[in-house]
C-alpha cells in the first residue's frame, strides 16, 4: 500500500504544478498577454516622451525668442517699459 501512496502523491503535485503552470495567475499565456501589454505601454510612452520633449523646446524657443524680440526693441528702437529711464551711452573712438 505504501508503495502506491507515494507515487499517487507525487503524481497529484505534479498534476497541481502544471495546472498552476498553464491556468494559474502566473500562467504562461498570462505573462505572455502582459508582456505584449507592458511593450505596447512602453511604445506609448516614449511617443508621449518625445511629444513632451518637443513642446518643451516649443516652449523653451518661445520664451527665448521673446525676450531676443525685447532686447532688440530696447537695444535697436530705444522702448523702454513704463517707469523706466532710457540712456544710452555711446564710446569715444
Do not use: C, Y
Not at 506609448?44 to 524680440?69: T, Y
Request: aromatic share 2%.
Amino acid at each position: 500500500m505504501s508503495r502506491r501512496v507515494v507515487p499517487a502523491i507525487l503524481l497529484a503535485l505534479l498534476a497541481i504544478l502544471h495546472a498552476q503552470l498553464w491556468l494559474g495567475r502566473g500562467s504562461v499565456p498570462n505573462v505572455a498577454k502582459l508582456q505584449n501589454k507592458l511593450q505596447a505601454l512602453t511604445e506609448k510612452n516614449a511617443a508621449a516622451q518625445l511629444a513632451n520633449e518637443r513642446l518643451a523646446s516649443e516652449v523653451r524657443d518661445l520664451k527665448e525668442g521673446l525676450e531676443m524680440v525685447e532686447e532688440k526693441a530696447r537695444s535697436e528702437l530705444g522702448m523702454v517699459k513704463p517707469n523706466e529711464m532710457f540712456v544710452q551711452i555711446t564710446p569715444h573712438k
